[in-house]
Each structure stands twice: as C-alpha cells, then as structure tokens.
C-alpha cells in the first residue's frame, strides 16, 4: 500500500489508485502522512480542516472521515490491516508505515543517496538518484486539500523540491549536460526569478554552449530586477561567475588528494585503456605521458577518471585535474594553466575540480603567477619535482596547449583526452576511444 502527497493526496494498492472522498478527508490522510508514524492530535487535525471555526461536532466528523478512510484501506487489504495501518493513538491517530510505502519519505531517502554519492564522487549516481527522487512530485504538493494546511505545508515541501531540482541541475553540469539544460532553467528563472543558484546555472549552461552574450544578459535582467525590485545587487557567487563569463575564465583548477572509496561505477573492457594504466604506472627514468582521444560523447573524461582510480597508489601526492576547454570558444592558454596547477598545489583544495563550476574567490596566496613566463615555468617545475602526482589534462585543442605543461621529472604522469588524436604529443601510448559502449560497460 502506497500513500502519495506530492501531487494529489491519494493511496495505491498494486495498480489500483484509491482516492479519497473530499477535501476533508484528503486532508486528513494528508495530515497523517506528514506525520507518518507520530501521533496526530484530534485537535490538530480539526484546525487543518476548519481553521478555527469548527463546528461543534467537529470531533464526531473526524471520526468519521478516518473511518472512511479506513474502509477504503479495507477493501484492498483487509479491515485488521486498515486498523492496523490508521491506528487510535492518543491524542488522535497514527498511519503506521515503511519508510517507502510514502512518497516523501522515499523522496528524503532518494535525495539523501544522491548526496551520498556526491560526496563520494560519483556524480552519476548521485544524478540518477536525483532523479528518480523528483519524479516521485506528480504536481504541487497536498493538492485538493483545504485551504489552511495547504498555505502552513506546502511552501516548505515545495522549498525542499525546488532546492532538490538545483542539487539535480547543478550535478547535470558537472557532468557535461549544459546544452540540454538552457530551456528547462530558462523557465525555472522566469518562475523563481530571485533564486541566484537558478540563475547562476542558466548562465553556466548558457556559457558553455557557447552562449555567452545570452549568460550575460542573464545576469544583466537578474541584476536590473534584483536593484528595481529589492534594492539590492547580486551575491558574491553571481558576480565572479559573471567576471568569469565577461573575462573568458574557465575556473581555476583544484587540487585532488589521493582518492578513496569504491572505484567509478564503469567497468572498462578494452585492452587499451589497460594498456594506459600500465603506461602510467611503469616507471622507466622519462616522462610518462597518454593520450586519450575520441569525438564528443566517446567517453573520453568518464575512462580517464576510471584510469585516475586505478593509478592512485602510484601517484600519493594526489592529482591535479585541469579543464583546458579545448572545444570551447575560450581554450585555456598554457601560461594560465600552469599558473592553475600552482594555485591547487599551493592551496590544497580538495575536490574534482569542473570548468562549469563557478570559480572560488582568491586569496592572496592564490593570485595568478605574475612573473614573466620563464619565471613561470621554473616554479612549476620545482613544484613538481618532489611530488608524485598524476596531472589530468582534460579536453586539449593541441599540442601547443600541451607541451609547455609535461613536466620532466619522471616521478608524475600527464593522461591527456582530446578530440583530436594529438599525434605531435610524444606520448607513451595514444588510445582513440570508438563509440561510448564499446569501451565501457554499466
């Protein structure tokens, strides 16, 4: 037996939709669910469906709405069931319940997954999960119930979906789903045009497909609205990823400590992409450089990230991963990479780094290198020859944007992905991804 609230207030036995008769009596299935397991005060219950006028019979009236109810409970499940499920508990009554005989729980417990996955890495994961989760909202929530318990719950359920759909869209950039976002936060923002978090990630999938004239007006419209309507100007967040835009700075880049926890949910099939963790991991006194290069959608960020995993024990010192943007209109110049990969090293900040996350304010100890370049290349040098650390160079438009960052030392290890093949790059081995499946299995 199903209890739903997010949407109508309804219950489902197998495929069976069992709705209850009038708003009262929605509203008091509704009241249970939103306690699912406590008791639910007679009292309470009466001021959600007559709000302070009750008439002087009300307490009889409830007792027949969850009678009604119950009947309806029994004719799928049997009357000791349907008692069993809507019990007499002092003060009032109380649905008892599995956490995923309720939509909202199972909500809460599928969001609360995906967050457990983002912490752990796993984007994917924690994607699907969110998505699942919102699926679950077939409308508003607590519709047709009277009026009062709607205006006291729903906005609070309503602030956990809507903050829920931010978690999911700001995990769909992460991985690389800008262009199928801009029409979807497009109405999200005229909707909730004060929510900054919308509307920062409407200007990041508007930015990274190209978009970029359309993401600064976005923050022109939201900027004019916000003086007009509040006095007031955007937050710090909106504004460095407005100077981002309106400078062409891809972020900067973060440093990865050694991973931990279980290995990217993505099994890898071919020989080849063996052979690249063998490349890497084989210390023979020369710099140990791969390419992986394939067409857009191939795999090419989701194999590097599963050979990433497997060379951790090699590399203790942890990794640095860089998004060159080399298939955007803005690829990053070699100077402003290395002078990224120091930042990183320099600050220590944890977590895998995106091009489409907006960038952290700097700190003094993180202002670009402004030495001229020689300078430049000496200190990125030093800093990496007492290290042991994989350097992922992401989405590379050439050899020119490469060379310059392939340290010398053989104690770190450069994995390169491309669209082109980058045959300039001497390189131990070059794996040219086919199609996505044909590598990867789920």
């Not at 504004?239 to 990865?256: C, E, K, N, Q, S």
Request: glycine share 8%; charged share 20%.
């Amino acid at each position: 037996m199903q209890f739903l609230i997010l949407g109508s207030v309804e219950m489902r036995h197998a495929r069976t939709r069992i709705r209850p008769m009038g708003r009262n009596q929605r509203t008091v299935l509704a009241m249970l669910g939103l306690h699912a397991n406590r008791p639910v005060a007679l009292t309470e219950i009466i001021e959600a469906i007559w709000a302070g006028r009750p008439p002087r019979t009300a307490a009889t009236k409830v007792h027949g709405l969850v009678s009604g109810l119950r009947k309806l409970l029994a004719d799928c499940v049997g009357r000791a069931e349907a008692n069993r499920l809507i019990a007499t508990r002092d003060p009032g009554y109380v649905l008892q319940i599995q956490p995923h005989q309720l939509d909202l729980d199972e909500f809460e417990q599928r969001w609360a997954a995906a967050r457990n996955e983002l912490r752990h890495g796993r984007a994917d994961l924690a994607g699907e999960h969110l998505h699942d989760a919102l699926a679950l909202w077939r409308g508003s929530a607590l519709l047709d119930v009277t009026d009062n318990l709607a205006a006291s719950e729903r906005p609070a359920l309503e602030e956990r979906r809507l903050t829920a759909v931010e978690e999911r869209i700001g995990i769909d950039l992460q991985l690389g789903r800008h262009a199928d976002l801009a029409s979807e936060l497009t109405t999200l923002v005229a909707a909730h045009p004060f929510r900054e978090i919308l509307r920062a990630h409407l200007m990041t999938a508007l930015w990274r497909s190209g978009r970029t004239v359309d993401a600064l007006a976005c923050f022109r419209a939201g900027q004019r609205l916000m003086s007009e309507e509040l006095g007031l100007e955007p937050g710090p967040d909106l504004r460095r990823l407005h100077l981002a835009i309106l400078t062409g700075d891809p972020a900067f880049p973060r440093y990865i400590p050694p991973p931990h926890g279980s290995p990217p949910q993505v099994a890898c099939r071919s020989t080849a992409t063996a052979a690249v963790i063998s490349a890497l991991s084989a210390y023979s006194g020369t710099p140990r450089v791969a390419v992986i290069s394939g067409e857009p959608g191939a795999g090419k960020t989701v194999v590097s990230l599963h050979v990433a995993y497997h060379l951790r024990s090699c590399f203790p010192d942890g990794q640095v991963h860089v998004e060159l943007n080399g298939s955007g209109d803005r690829p990053l110049n070699p100077r402003e990479a290395m002078s990224g990969v120091l930042q990183a090293l320099r600050s220590g900040r944890h977590g895998a780094f995106r091009s489409d996350t907006p960038p952290e304010p700097p700190t003094g100890r993180e202002e670009p290198f402004k030495g001229p370049p020689e300078e430049l290349a000496e200190a990125y040098r030093e800093a990496l020859s007492d290290r042991r650390i994989l350097i992922i160079l992401d989405n590379a438009a050439g050899a020119w944007q490469i060379e310059p960052l392939l340290p010398m030392t053989p104690n770190c290890a450069v994995l390169i992905t491309s669209r082109s093949p980058l045959e300039a790059v001497t390189a131990r081995t070059h794996l040219a991804l086919g199609s996505f499946a044909s590598y990867l299995r789920w």
